[in-house]
C-alpha cells in the first residue's frame, strides 16, 4: 500500500519476470541455499563480471568469493555466449538503433545552430540534455561538447566560444529500451571554417569516407583502423605536418601523436556495447589480439566484422600541446613529424568526425533516417540559418 500511496500501482516481481520470458520463479531468499548445493556437487556457476560495488557484494555472499576478487572469477564461457548474443543485431534492435540515430540528428544540428560566438558551451549542452529529455530518453553518455577538443573526452562546458575555435560535441541518445546513439561533429565557431580548419577537417572526413569504403564482412576492423591512419599520415604530410614514407610512419605509430584512440567501438544496448564484460572479449578474439603501440592499444574494436554489427566510425586529429611537447623532447619520429609546423598548431584544438554504421551484407549503412551535416559545405549551410 505504501508503494501505491507514493509511486502508483507498480508491476510485481512475477510480472516483470513473465514479461522477459521467465515462466517459473525461485524465491531469491533461497537463492543462496541453491548455490551452496551446486559449489557442493561441484557444478560451476556462471556468473558476470559485476561492475556495481552491491552485485560484487551480493555475489561474495552467494558464493563465497571475497568481493575484491568476484571479477577475477567472472565465466568466460558466459561472457563469450552474450557477446555471441548480442554482437549481431536483429531488426528490431536495429530499429530502435535508428530511432535513437534520429534523436541524435535533432541533438547535433541545434548544437550547429546555437554555436555562436559568446555562447557558453553549457547551454548548448543543456539544450541537448533538453532534447533527449524531450522524446522521454536521456543522453547514452555525458555529452562532451567543447572547444577544446584536443582533449578527447572533455566534460567541461564552462568556455565561453570564441571565434575562430572549432566546438567538438560527442553526444548522443538512450531510448527507454537503452538503445544508444553515439555521433560527433566539429564546426568552426560562428559558422566559417577558415582554410586552415577546412584543411584538417576534409583529411578527418577522408578518413571517415575510407573506413566506410573498407568496412563490410569479413574485414577486420584492426585494417580498416590501419588504412584510416594511412588516409590520416598523408593528408598531414600534403599540409607539411608530417614527412616521409605513409606506411612506415604509420608502422612506426607515428601518426598517434594526432590520433591516440581507435577508430571505432561496438554500439547498442550501450555506448560501448558490451565492454562492462571485458573490452577483450567484446573487440578481440583468437585471431587478432590487441597491440601494445601507443595509439593502436587504444583501438577497441580489432576484430572481424560481421553482417549485423553496429559500430562506430569516428576518425579524428588532434593537437594537444603536453603530448606535442613530450614527443617533441624525447625526439620521436623525428623522421616522420615536422616538429617546426606542428608547433604553429598548437592552438588549433581537435576535430572528430564519428557515425554509427550497421554491417550490411556487402558493406554498410549509416544509421538513422538523416544523416547529420557532415561535409564543410553542409555544416556551413546549416550555421548560416
Ligand atoms: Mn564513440
Not at 98 to 103: L, Q, V
Not at 305 to 332: H, S
Request: proline share 4%.
Amino acid at each position: 500500500m505504501d508503494d501505491i500511496i507514493w509511486m502508483g500501482n507498480q508491476p510485481s516481481v512475477k510480472e516483470l519476470a513473465k514479461e522477459v520470458g521467465i515462466e517459473k520463479s525461485y524465491p531469491f531468499s533461497k537463492l543462496k541455499d541453491l548455490i551452496s548445493s551446486a559449489i557442493k556437487a561441484k557444478r560451476k556457476v556462471h556468473f558476470n563480471p559485476p561492475y556495481r560495488y552491491d552485485n560484487m557484494m551480493l555475489l561474495e555472499e552467494l558464493t563465497g568469493i571475497k568481493a575484491a576478487v568476484t571479477k577475477e572469477y567472472a565465466s568466460i564461457e558466459l561472457i563469450n555466449a552474450i557477446v555471441s548474443l548480442r554482437s549481431t543485431k536483429e531488426a528490431c534492435e536495429i530499429e530502435e538503433i535508428d530511432k535513437a540515430c534520429n534523436i541524435g540528428y535533432e541533438m547535433h544540428t541545434t548544437a550547429m545552430r546555437l554555436c555562436k560566438p559568446g555562447v557558453v558551451e553549457q547551454y548548448i549542452a543543456g539544450v541537448l540534455d533538453g532534447i533527449a529529455s524531450s522524446y522521454g530518453c536521456m543522453v547514452s553518455f555525458p555529452t562532451i561538447l567543447t572547444q577544446n577538443g584536443q582533449t578527447l573526452h572533455n566534460h567541461y562546458h564552462g568556455n565561453i566560444l570564441d571565434k575562430g575555435r572549432m566546438m567538438l560535441t560527442d553526444a548522443g541518445a538512450e531510448r527507454v529500451s537503452n538503445y544508444c546513439s553515439d555521433h560527433t561533429r566539429t564546426v568552426p565557431v560562428g559558422g566559417k571554417f577558415d582554410s586552415r580548419q577546412k584543411d584538417v577537417y576534409n583529411i578527418v572526413l577522408a578518413c571517415h569516407d575510407k573506413a566506410l569504403e573498407l568496412a563490410k564482412p569479413g574485414v577486420t576492423y584492426m585494417s580498416v583502423h590501419l588504412e584510416v591512419c594511412k588516409v590520416l599520415a598523408q593528408g598531414l604530410k600534403e599540409i607539411g605536418l608530417m614527412k616521409g614514407n605513409v606506411e612506415e610512419a604509420v608502422a612506426a605509430g607515428a601518426h598517434a601523436l594526432f590520433l591516440p584512440h581507435g577508430l571505432g567501438h561496438m554500439m547498442g544496448l550501450d555506448v560501448h556495447d558490451m565492454e562492462d564484460l571485458g573490452q577483450i572479449h567484446v573487440g578481440y578474439d583468437d585471431k587478432v589480439r590487441p597491440s601494445t603501440q601507443f595509439g593502436l592499444s587504444a583501438l577497441r574494436m580489432g576484430r572481424e566484422l560481421q553482417e549485423g554489427f553496429v559500430i562506430t566510425d569516428e576518425p579524428g586529429c588532434y593537437f594537444i600541446p603536453a603530448l606535442i611537447d613530450n614527443w617533441r623532447g624525447d625526439k620521436m619520429h623525428t623522421d616522420f613529424l615536422c616538429y617546426d609546423k606542428i608547433e604553429k598548431f598548437k592552438e588549433f584544438g581537435g576535430i572528430r568526425i564519428e557515425d554509427d554504421i550497421l554491417i550490411t551484407p556487402n558493406g554498410s549503412r549509416f544509421t538513422g533516417e538523416k544523416r547529420i551535416p557532415l561535409t564543410v559545405s553542409e555544416i556551413e549551410d546549416i550555421m548560416s540559418i
